[in-house]
């Protein structure tokens, strides 16, 4: 039989350029991840493997919302493979996840095979999604504070008059040259005698300009006070653990220098590391005041609040002695006059001893915009109260005052 | 940067077509596209449709085979070539004149499997374009209705996407109407002849439920919920039917694929063979022919499967070992019209059960494996004891035997309107987490609440989504 004439229709890079098409479903994809992401989130902030890492770790975060489901066979379904001549009964050919690709791998186009889905991000990026969904409207229009300071640095343009110190010698040199071909034509000489002088002027001087630069400071400081009383156990300090941690990574999102001071206080409070902090238990009763007075001499001695954002939180069980909570409120107070933001969390696991003192109703009479009392029961309420912790931070007003 | 130009491929298309006579191929008239690589992975994002309906499961797709791209793991095909008449073929812009000249032969091996295989006489090929882009212009009109728009649409798509492939498998097979199929039900209801009625206890009449709905099991979810969910509206109803039209154009290239690519590679390198190539044209085309048929070591390679099989076939009719003689019995046909009646009448599963032997799966080094906690172990060889084995499970795994049958016995279960399907288990138990999502779609579709009964680690089960979420419950 003859056949039709073939057609041959010819490569054209404006059909290439114009032919996007795909834009946008891929947009509409990208979409579902970063939903699927923020859907998990609460998820993910109580996975203990993402407290506490380096901001270039890349986690896994399972995708659920944009896994496209079927009716498939399990995982345990037998299936036929080629070998290369030599296949034994009983020879091991991979491992677990790998089945579903190996018989997939070529079959990919048609079918839909085994959808696994997962994408990897950096911590970065999921704390950027993170807070980027922070439902938090007073957020983004508030300017965060920032504290100007005055730099005496930066160069900008010349000048003829200035002190000796700044003069520019190229520059001098080259404007006298100039002056003398200004010379030279005017009077009409061929030849310039290279033996006469022709010395600098006051007009040939070129001094460097320098202007004050003023910037803003962009350093804040987080305080992270715990009890570290002996009924602080390993669950309570996981719970505050991950609060510092979101509290961390949120102010770095906002500061270009952020530091972490740890206050440990049990009857006294003390400045420790990290590590100490987490993993150091003391035995004892609470002051919680003391926790609160080391904070408060911390920062009057590094972190004055005219060059530094002042971040505070404090994470408790809530025991303390009675006789300590009129001091405790009077330094809370004294903490939010220089906080940015000053935070009580009291953590009570579910299922731990209730005890009947309790600083959240000690607190309540503390009225100052910027403070915020949480309650953390489980691992899942540290999402939901680490953005109730933020809502307070402190309007703009307030800041100025403080800082002038 | 490429070393030919439209006018080689022309003068080579012409040749090609020549040997294409020759051997007796017939094909659609036939449409070449030169495209840069950017506008293949868009192409194949949407299987290769010049339009098609938008949705983001395709731009998934898309991301996918782009990263898999840009990193390495897998290339572009060198082509992509779709049903249609006439049939439209891509061809990439960067490659080399052996490729495209390779690509050009493979691409009428294809048109005339297309044209010729029975599984394809349902779609038809003529209109195929052209109902792509129909459906795609309907789906955007829905999606620009200021009711509708494209939220509304996403969730009636994403949940016909899951179940699309839930459909009928034979499509050669006549579906019955109902009237039909209740006069064959009342037919076969009757009681059979018996010459010793005398002295035998009559038979009690059963009458059949002629009310039932299904009447027999339904394999078709999509256009059974459209048919019969009454709550569905128009704009539901036409996407439901517009997925599933899309699916069914895509069975029976699942259904395929082994004799499909190797029918397409026994006659690209038959016509370039026949060709007389210049010398260096030559050489890389064995390199590259033998990059596509080469076996993938624990996988199966259907262009190299089906090329073996072809080429086996044309042997054993041409020249049969006496053995094969002896075991198989002395060929009636020529290789040549055993191949092309092959072409015409089979499908992957029937073509394997008929044509791969013993031998050749010794040949193949074929081998069932299976998990065995952490690993995935070889658990049976093709040897004498269990080829036979081997290739049922291989039977029941290709084309749309990896596929879950699923069928809807009931539209009124328990006279509440509850939808209840099954799954007529063969061995292979569900994925529990997909199937309890896939039935959340299947219910959301139905719009009440939906069963499936199934089997899990060989005990049967009831798997139920209703509004108040998922429960699973063990059946007596």
């Known amino acids: 039989m003859t056949i039709a004439a073939t057609i041959f229709r010819p490569y054209s ?90 018989q997939g791998d070529e079959k990919a186009g048609d079918q839909a095979g085994v959808d696994y889905y997962e994408t990897d991000v950096t911590l970065e990026e999921l704390i950027e999604i993170m807070f980027e969904d922070l439902e938090l409207p007073d957020m983004e229009r508030k300017i965060l504070r920032e504290v100007l300071s005055e730099r005496l640095s930066k160069r900008k343009g010349y000048r003829r008059a200035g002190i000796r110190i700044r003069l520019d010698k190229k520059r001098t040199a080259i404007s006298r040259i100039k002056r003398r071909l200004a010379v030279q034509r005017r009077e009409e000489i061929e030849e310039w005698d290279d033996e006469e002088r022709f010395p600098f002027h006051q007009d040939d001087m070129r001094y460097r300009h320098l202007v004050t630069d003023v910037r803003p400071e962009s350093n804040a400081v987080v305080i992270c006070i715990m009890d570290t009383s002996g009924s602080m156990d390993t669950m309570k300090k996981y719970l505050a653990r991950s609060f510092f941690f979101l509290l961390y990574q949120f102010v770095s999102t906002k500061y270009r220098n952020v530091e972490l001071v740890f206050v440990a206080h049990h009857t006294e409070g003390r400045e420790v590391t990290e590590e100490e902090f987490f993993h150091k238990g003391e035995s004892g009763g609470t002051f919680i005041s003391s926790g609160y007075t080391k904070a408060l001499d911390i920062i009057q001695e590094r972190y004055h609040p005219s060059v530094w954002n002042v971040y505070a939180f404090h994470c408790s069980d809530g025991d303390n002695f009675e006789s300590d909570n009129p001091t405790a409120l009077k330094a809370a107070k004294q903490l939010c006059d220089l906080c940015n933001l000053f935070g009580y969390g009291e953590i009570k696991p579910l299922g731990s001893r209730y005890y009947e003192s309790s600083m959240l ?27 109730a912790f933020l809502a307070r931070e402190r309007p703009k007003e307030a800041t100025v005052t403080a800082s002038a | 940067m490429a070393d030919w130009d439209v006018k080689d491929l022309e003068y080579w298309d012409e040749r090609i077509r020549e040997k294409v006579e020759e051997f007796g191929l017939t094909c659609y008239p036939q449409e070449f596209e030169i495209c840069d690589h950017f506008q293949m992975l868009g192409y194949m994002a949407y299987s290769g449709m010049p339009s098609h309906y938008p949705h983001w499961s395709y731009g998934k797709s898309y991301e996918k085979l782009k990263t898999m791209y840009d990193y390495g793991v897998s290339g572009l095909p060198y082509e992509m070539v779709i049903n249609s008449s006439p049939a439209l073929a891509y061809l990439m812009r960067d490659n080399s004149l052996c490729l495209q000249i390779l690509t050009v032969a493979h691409v009428y091996g294809h048109n005339d499997f297309f044209r010729n295989n029975f599984t394809f006489k349902s779609t038809r ?36 996407h899951a179940l699309a492939i839930q459909c009928r498998r034979n499509l050669a097979i006549k579906k019955l109407s109902r009237e039909e199929e209740r006069r064959q039900m009342l037919a076969a209801s009757q009681p059979t002849y018996d010459p010793f009625q005398r002295i035998h206890k009559r038979q009690d009449y059963i009458p059949p439920d002629i009310q039932k709905v299904p009447l027999s099991p339904e394999e078709d979810l999509l256009l059974f919920i459209r048919d019969h ?16 039209e899309r699916e069914q154009y895509f069975i029976p290239q699942i259904e395929t694929k082994i004799m499909n690519e190797g029918w397409a590679s026994y006659w690209h390198r038959e016509i370039l063979n026949s060709l007389n190539l210049p010398q260096e044209l030559h050489l890389e085309f064995l390199v590259r022919h ?46 040549t019209q055993a191949i092309f009646e092959a072409r015409d009448v089979d499908r992957d599963v029937s073509f394997l059960r008929r044509f791969l032997t013993e031998e050749l799966m010794r040949e193949m080094d074929m081998f069932q494996y299976e998990p065995r906690g952490e690993e995935i172990v070889i658990s049976k060889v093709s040897d004498k004891e269990s080829w036979r084995e081997v290739k049922e499970m291989l039977l029941k795994s290709v084309g749309m035997g990896s596929i879950p049958v699923i069928k809807i016995e009931d539209a009124d279960h328990s006279h509440n309107r509850i939808l209840y399907t099954k799954h007529y288990h063969d061995g292979r138990d569900l994925q529990l987490e997909y199937a309890e999502r896939t039935l959340a779609y299947l219910q959301r579709l139905w719009g009440h609440e939906v069963i499936l009964e199934t089997v899990v680690n060989g005990k049967k089960v009831l798997l139920s989504y209703n509004d108040k979420g998922f429960s699973t419950k063990p059946l007596k």
């Open chain 1, 13 to 102: 890079q404006s059909d290439s350029l114009r032919s996007d098409r795909s834009a946008g479903d891929r947009q509409r994809h990208r979409q579902k991840v970063r939903e699927s992401i923020r859907d998990n989130i609460a998820d993910l902030v109580a996975e203990e493997s993402i407290i506490g890492k380096e901001k270039d770790k890349i986690i896994k975060v399972p995708i659920r919302g944009v896994k496209e489901y079927r009716f498939i066979y399990g995982e345990n379904t037998p299936g036929v493979g080629q070998g290369d001549g030599n296949s034994q009964p009983g020879q091991v050919i991979g491992k677990g996840e790998q089945e579903g690709q190996g």
């Open chain 2, 229 to 244: 969910n009454p709550y569905l509206s128009e704009w539901e109803r036409d996407l439901l039917t517009i997925v599933h």
């Open chain 2, 125 to 160: 090929a003529e209109l195929t374009l052209n109902l792509f882009k129909i459906h795609a212009d309907r789906v955007r009109s829905y999606a620009e209705d200021p009711s509708i728009g494209t939220e509304k649409i996403e969730a009636i798509l994403d949940a016909a």
């Open chain 1, 361 to 387: 109703n000690i607190f309540r009479r503390l009225e100052a915009e910027n403070f915020q009392t949480v309650l953390i029961e489980r691992k899942e309420d540290i999402w939901p109260s680490f953005k």
């Open chain 2, 290 to 335: 033998n990059q596509v048929v080469r076996p993938h070591p624990r996988g199966l390679n259907p262009y190299h499967i089906g090329l073996k099989l072809w080429d086996d076939i044309k042997r054993r009719h041409d020249n049969p070992t006496p053995e094969e003689i002896e075991k198989y019995g002395k060929p009636t046909k020529t290789g």
